[in-house]
């Protein structure tokens, strides 16, 4: 533990001292009675009179360490000796139980308990998706801010001031070492923080906050001593993550890599869910990458949906849903809101009930997200990509071409004559080859129909009549719009 000059001058205000400190660096450990005969040690604070440091005729007492200096209106150095080792012994008691806490597993939220009678300003602690994990007990609702009182009530503040903040001022602030001063528009009050870092990935967040006049050095200096604590805990803190099995397993099962999927089991069972449960995996993508939204967003997945359990995965929140526990419609309307206030659309698989699946079931979303729009706010499901994908799996592994020589042959004819006997043949086979639908989806006359069903008997020579011959037809369709060919029909049928 290393203290600096200010916070032994804010231990010695009722002295009322004179302060010369210009170094104030966090490096001393150990109180000496000032000696002339001893050499000066750079983590040692040592305590005389005036007269012995300098030779000045002052009986005034002096704190000094390196280059700063602590002047005290008195004479008695003993009693300036025992109120400084009074603060030592303080400080190193604050030290050693943070210290036993950490090692003894606690919570960050007991850490900043303990630090209250030291830290008395509002203080508070977020984790990387900006979840409270701990705020200071003496600041009842009403008392600082509104964002203060939702962290309170909510464990969050609201969703447009967090993507807001996210969006233009995160990335220059969750980049910074150290403590750091913030007084910008956005906040209610100036606040200084610290960032906590694992590994070089930004995993949280304190805040120290100013309500009314300018905080001391002396508690600047103590908040830092705050957050080295913290620090020890987040190290400590990510090896108990990496115990946590649930979102471990979760991570294993997706990924295809050898999982215990009875253990998997067990702990789902923990959350009231049964082995044999229907299932739904939804993965959710952010169009414009906010910056930290998926834990956010995770977090309060896991909130307020009992039946779902949601973890960030590679570039996606993959979310496991009971489908037991509430049904798919149901799951969608309520998340549907939540995707669009925060930027995200979803791509759904089908239903499954063995987390042996999973994986399959994640390359399902996986192949939903690559065909379909990807509209903030929607949800789609990988039943309605499916033979899309298998068109373009059966094309990008096929050498020849595969395209219907009719359909080859009317796209040359239209392009020639600006007909569009492409797109009747088209919407014909896929209605099925009723008449009456065909041409409400061309928005023309029956006969009209009738007449170029008539001229497309003359142009192609093919059977209509055999199942397989209509089946190609469709499949070659289907594989030149993959190709993004302008003469592809575009109506809708």
Not at 197 to 212: D, I, Q, R, Y
Not at 384 to 411: C, M, T
């Amino acid at each position: 533990m290393y203290l600096s000059m200010w916070i032994f001058a804010e231990w010695l205000k009722d002295f009322q001292p004179t302060i010369q400190i210009k170094e104030n660096t966090m490096t001393i450990d150990t109180i000496r009675l000032f000696s002339s005969s001893t050499p000066m040690n750079d983590h040692t604070l040592y305590i005389g009179r005036m007269k012995d440091f300098s030779g000045i005729p002052e009986d005034f007492v002096l704190c000094s360490h390196r280059n700063d200096q602590i002047l005290l209106p008195c004479c008695d150095v003993e009693e300036v000796l025992n109120r400084v080792l009074e603060a030592m012994e303080f400080y190193s008691r604050w030290n050693t139980e943070m210290l036993e806490l950490i090692s003894g597993g606690c919570m960050i939220e007991d850490l900043l308990r303990h630090s209250e009678t030291i830290i008395q300003e509002p203080v508070f602690v977020l984790d990387s998706g900006q979840r409270l994990l701990a705020m200071s007990s003496g600041y009842p609702k009403g008392q600082v801010d509104q964002y203060w009182d939702e962290m309170q009530e909510y464990g969050s503040t609201n969703m447009d001031f967090i993507l807001h903040f996210n969006q233009n001022y995160a990335r220059s602030y969750f980049q910074k070492r150290g403590i750091y001063f913030v007084d910008d528009p956005i906040l209610p009050h100036p606040a200084y923080c610290h960032n906590f870092f694992l590994k070089s990935t930004w995993v949280g967040v304190t805040n120290l906050l100013v309500l009314g006049e300018a905080v001391s050095q002396g508690t600047i200096d103590l908040f830092r001593m705050f957050c080295q604590y913290a620090d020890r805990w987040f190290d400590s803190h990510s090896q108990q993550q990496a115990t946590l099995f649930l979102d471990s397993l979760f991570h294993f099962a997706l990924s295809g890599q050898k999982c215990d999927y009875e253990y998997f089991n067990h702990h789902l069972n923990l959350l009231h869910w049964e082995d044999h449960d229907l299932k739904l995996l939804l993965t959710l993508t952010n169009i414009s990458d906010t910056y930290n939204i998926h834990s956010h967003l995770c977090h309060t997945i896991n909130d307020l949906f009992s039946c779902a359990h949601a973890i960030p995965h590679d570039n996606y929140i993959c979310v496991l849903c009971n489908l037991r526990m509430q049904d798919m419609d149901s799951i969608i309307r309520e998340l549907s809101p939540w995707l669009k206030k925060s930027g995200y659309y979803g791509c759904c698989s089908s239903p499954f009930r063995e987390l042996e699946l999973l994986s399959e079931q994640f390359q399902q979303t996986e192949i939903t997200a690559r065909f379909c729009p990807g509209e903030i706010g929607q949800i789609y499901n990988f039943q309605n990509y499916l033979l899309r994908y298998g068109f373009s799996i059966l094309k990008e592994h096929s050498h020849a071409s595969l395209i219907h020589p009719a359909v080859a042959q009317l796209q040359e004819y239209d392009a020639r004559n600006h007909t569009e006997f492409g797109l009747t043949l088209y919407l014909y086979i896929r209605h099925e080859r009723s008449q009456s639908l065909t041409a409400s989806a061309l928005h023309i006359h029956r006969n009209t129909l009738t007449y170029r069903l008539g001229r497309l008997r003359e142009l192609i020579d093919c059977d209509l009549d055999l199942p397989e011959v209509r089946l190609h037809i469709l499949v070659s369709y289907e594989l030149l719009k993959l190709d993004g060919k302008e003469s592809v029909p575009h109506k809708s049928p």
